[in-house]
């Protein structure tokens, strides 16, 4: 069974990280690519990262450029996502994916 399952998310103050770690089952994680994406309330689901199976990144959302690092471990089958310098601005649901496959999410709240 594909499964994807993130945690990390908390509650920071505006200028504080978190790291995002989504564990990946079920699938040949090694062969594939993943992505990180957010939903903020009331807003759509936007895409924040993504790397390829060879560990390149292959996307940075503007906004995140120069704050956000994503990152994988092939053998430990994980995904990371390191946020820095959070904002107000980044508080959302932060998901896992790959494919048609979406983990349950992972909460993010950055406060003033």
């Known amino acids: 069974q594909v499964q994807l399952a993130e945690s990390g998310g908390g509650l920071v103050h505006a200028g504080g990280s978190l790291r995002l770690r989504c564990a990946a089952s079920?699938?040949?994680?090694?062969?594939?690519?993943m992505s990180w994406y957010r939903q903020a309330d009331g807003k759509a689901r936007e895409l924040v990262a993504s790397i390829r199976a060879s560990g390149e990144t292959d996307y940075i959302k503007d906004s995140a450029k120069g704050r956000f690092t994503i990152s994988r471990d092939n053998v430990k089958r994980l995904v990371y996502l390191q946020m820095n310098n959070l904002k107000p601005e980044d508080t959302a649901l932060y998901y896992c994916?790959?494919?048609?496959?979406w983990g349950q999410g992972t909460q993010v709240v950055v406060s003033w």
């Open positions: 079920g699938f040949p994680f090694g062969n594939v690519g």
């Open positions: 994916n790959t494919g048609d496959t």
